[in-house]
């Protein structure tokens, strides 16, 4: 199939309008789209213009089709990434959302003329990760890594409507009292850190938490005999959080609550 | 720490008998039953049974449903306060939905204490309206008010104007001896374009879903008609639901359609009943679906979510219904007008192509009239006895405002496109000389603010900001970047919203201020 984006002409095999676009090294921004998920294509961040079409179309889900016209960074297309992204910083904290700020920076989007985001407003009711929904942009990754993407517990789902839409278990009940096994499955592909583990979230708190010289360290998980691959995120000799790579074949970047939490006993020497 | 997990909350005896009246009841001595099929489709009825019979939806009702259905229960949860009619509060057994929106507020309508406000009911010729609910062992819901108006019409509202009762179903009769493709072939032949909104060919439409090689196919007929100031489709089941039954049975022999469903908002008691009468006389498999307060479900594939026991989220297209519709199956999707052409095409007596119009508001004699497509406005507007007008809605909330000077405008799809307007679902809503046009764009903001889904950002965080720059216009309260972030918002809700709600969502703002220079 031949797709023309931004005037270059190239030949794929299927995918969506996104695959194509990397492909040629164009780097379009997303959100709620993620490797290892279903695109749910919320967010819209990518639109692109495709010519022919009524609207503007989301890159990370419209599959290609023979001799597609498409333009990434039209007036159009600028305009509207600006105006979802000033949305979003209007309503939801994204101070700890790296990839969100980096394109609010991009786009120069203004979210202050829209309006100001809620104040903080952690929810700790467990031992090992943080849910602050203030921060939650509702790209609905941690209810798809939750569901039947990744790890079938449903725990979580989306609730309400419209502007009241939210991220909740059910009748909004605590989380030791939901369905939740831990895994941290939905901490890990949270964008915003809306979702965070508590050792994060504590070293943050405490204005200790030093992304920049956190040494990333791999190894396989030693509980049982899946061979994991764990990437330690270790700052000042302590094991500060743990992941697993989106692209190991058997994780696809998940992992149990052993996996994720049970780091402690390693510092406990 | 108190045991808080849902599914130990237990339900009461009555919510168990209305809740497996509707699922079937629980095979004796296991809670785990092995299911032969998935049965989520059946989450909102469950849930609406329970409602309707002890007034709202308890903890243990929603654990029950969720288990008998075998859906997580934050799931169940997150479908369950999707719904503006589903209370997961407790509140009294009966309660009086009072309609706040375009064509009551300028009758007067005013909200008692303890009832609560309401969108747009569908009986705005009879504005202003309300509907009382009434849980319990006999629940019933009771529209008010109950009478109804003469209409005003001669081909499809025909048997309606006269009183003639419905003879025998010659036009399906006929579809049988022409054969599923001369079916389709004389649809494609008609002028008929679809009357929900996007003016779809009908032909072109059952043609795509009768040569689909997936089975099973499926029919739907929406009549979830929700647009504000619409109520054609209800006068139309109300006193013609056999037109729309054998409207139904004719496109599905014609379309190869296993099974069909007709999705009949909730504040549509009467007609629910008079077409669910019709279904079982006439012996088609057509399965009734009631809403539960969402006006996004009558986007065809939030109603599709919604039929499968979903939150009414609309998805993204492609795929098209024709292809992958309902349970993912190739779906003809129909609005209740469009259907009720189809008998008169099938018997060609009245080659006339016309359409309903809902007036309402400051008029002498609101009510429904089939004109011919290419009437002018303003012989509408005498019939009816409109008042001299400040403005005229034409085509919803999701429509636009005319001035004055504008309403020759002819009533015709080719017309309407050219004049940049839209004749929506067939609303012309009047307003009079004293009546409040601020407070008309102020409740439409608030209208798509409220209905919005939530999926997508443009919608669920621009409705909000639209409504919050025009209080700040209407208020004084300017700081002078409201034109621009207006501006700003119509295009990104049009442009990037995923679905109909938001890409109309600016429009009759927009047309307010740019047209009428209301908040200008
Ligand atoms: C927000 C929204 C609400 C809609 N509501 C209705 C409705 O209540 N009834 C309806 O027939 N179509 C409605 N539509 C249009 C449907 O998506 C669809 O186009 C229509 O049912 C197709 O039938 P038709 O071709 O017979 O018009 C709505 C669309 C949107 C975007
Ligand atoms: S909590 Fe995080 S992953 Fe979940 S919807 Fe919000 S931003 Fe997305
Ligand atoms: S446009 Fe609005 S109603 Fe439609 S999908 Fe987006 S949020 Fe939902
Ligand atoms: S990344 Fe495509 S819609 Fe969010
Ligand atoms: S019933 Fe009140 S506006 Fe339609």
Known sequence: MRITIDGVTTEVDGGTILDAARQMGIDTPTLCYGDTLTPVNACRVCVVELEGARTLVPACSRRVEDGMVVHTDSERVRTSRRMVLELLGSSVDLSTAPDALAYVDRYGAEPARLGTPPAPAPRIDNDLYVRDYSKCILCYKCVEACGVDHQNTFAIAVAGRGFDARISTELDVALPDSACVYCGNCVAVCPTGALMGKTEFDLREAGNWREEEQAQVDTVCPYCGVGCTLTLHVQDDAIVKVTSPDDHDVTRGNLCIKGRFGYRYAQNR | ?520
């Open chain 2, 1 to 520: 720490m108190p045991d808080l997990k849902l599914l130990d909350a237990e339900p009461t005896e009555a919510e168990r008998e209305a809740i497996d009246a509707v699922v079937g009841a629980e095979p004796a001595g296991s809670d785990r039953v092995v299911r032969s099929r998935p049965r989520r489709h059946l989450l909102l009825p469950a849930l609406r049974a329970a409602q309707r019979r002890v007034g709202w939806v308890t903890a243990g009702a929603l654990g029950y449903a969720s288990r008998r259905l075998e859906i997580p229960p934050a799931d169940a949860y997150g479908v369950a306060t999707f719904y503006a009619l589903i209370s997961l509060e407790e509140r009294p057994a009966e309660v009086l939905h009072v309609c706040t929106d375009l064509s009551c507020a300028l009758k007067g309508a005013v909200v008692p204490e303890g009832a609560v406000p309401s969108p747009c009911l569908g009986l705005c010729e009879l504005a202003p309206a309300s509907l009382r609910t009434i849980a319990g062992e006999r629940p019933r819901e009771i529209q008010i008010p109950e009478e109804r108006l003469p209409v005003h019409g001669d081909k499809l509202l025909r048997r309606i104007a006269t009183g003639e009762p419905y003879g025998e179903l010659r036009a399906l009769a006929r579809a049988r001896e022409l054969g599923p493709e001369a079916v389709i072939a004389a649809v494609k032949a008609s002028p008929l374009l679809g009357r929900g909104g996007a003016a779809f060919p009908t032909g072109l439409k059952w043609e795509a879903v009768a040569r689909q090689p997936v089975k099973p196919h499926f029919l739907v007929c929406n009549a979830d008609e929700s647009e504000p100031g619409t109520f054609k489709d209800r006068v139309i089941m109300e006193q013609d639901p056999f037109a729309l039954v054998e409207a139904m049975a004719i496109a599905m022999f014609a379309t190869g359609c296993e099974k069909g469903y007709v999705y009949i908002r909730a504040e549509y008691p009467l007609a629910q009943r008079r077409v669910q009468d019709a279904i079982d006389a006439v012996g088609i498999d057509v399965e009734l679906r009631i809403g539960a307060g969402a006006y996004v479900c009558g986007e065809e594939t939030a109603l599709f979510q919604s039929i499968e026991g979903h939150r009414g989220e609309p998805r993204n297209k492609p795929p098209f219904p024709v292809e992958a519709g309902l349970f993912g199956k190739p779906t003809v999707v129909n609005n209740v007008e469009t259907l009720v052409n189809i008998p008169h095409i099938l018997l060609g007596e009245d080659g006339r192509d016309t359409r309903l119009f809902c007036v309402s508001g400051d008029v002498a004699r609101p009510g429904l009239y089939e004109l011919e497509l290419g009437t002018p406005l303003s012989q509408l507007l005498d019939t009816a006895g409109a008042e001299p007008a400040k403005a005229v809605l034409l085509g919803g909330a999701a429509g636009s405002f005319l001035r004055p000077d504008q309403l020759d405008l002819e009533l015709s799809f080719e017309a309407a496109r050219a004049a940049g307007v839209t004749l929506g679902s067939g609303v012309v809503i009047v307003f009079g000389e004293d009546a409040d046009l601020v407070s008309a764009v102020l409740r439409i903001a608030a209208f798509f603010r409220e209905e919005s889904c939530g999926q997508c950002v443009p919608c669920r965080v621009g409705t909000v900001r639209q409504e919050e720059a025009l209080h700040r216009l209407a208020s004084g309260a300017a700081n002078g970047d409201e034109r621009a972030v207006l501006a700003d918002l119509t295009q990104v809700m049009r442009d990037a919203s995923i679905c109909g709600l938001g890409q109309t969502a600016a429009n009759a703002v927009a047309s307010a201020i740019e047209n009428l220079g209301v908040l200008a």
